[in-house]
């Protein structure tokens, strides 16, 4: 079993920056691919902001490339997104999602807010 826990997040005004992190904690697990998904007030889904393996190949959304950037330390079990430049489309709930290697099982945490607005 494998537990994420979210930090970051928070109210920022157009233009701004945020950082959100995740700790993924538990016994016995290696860690595939990590990342960050997102879901709109309103939003019946959510989606893929950005993904990270573990051997560092990263994939993001077309809108948050060039403003958003996922990083990783494997030692750690972390996964950090590094938010620039933020709209206020960027406005949603933002969960950490991590597949472990031996039985590819998902797990989330359990999201943190980011609103952009002046």
């Known amino acids: 079993q494998v537990q994420l826990v979210e930090s970051g997040g928070g109210l920022v005004q157009p233009g701004g920056s945020l950082g959100l992190s995740c700790a993924a904690s538990g016994s016995g697990f290696s860690i595939d691919v990590m990342g960050w998904y997102r879901q709109a007030p309103g939003g019946r889904l959510r989606e893929m902001v950005a993904l990270i393996s573990s051997g560092g190949r990263t994939n993001y959304a077309d809108s948050v490339k060039g403003r958003f950037t996922i990083s990783r330390d494997n030692a750690k079990n972390t996964v950090n997104l590094q938010m620039n430049s933020l709209k206020p489309e960027d406005t949603a709930v933002y969960y950490c999602?991590?597949?472990?290697?031996?039985?590819?099982?998902?797990?989330w945490g359990q999201g943190t807010q980011v609103t952009v607005s002046s």
């Open positions: 999602k991590a597949v472990t290697r031996a039985d590819l099982n998902t797990y």
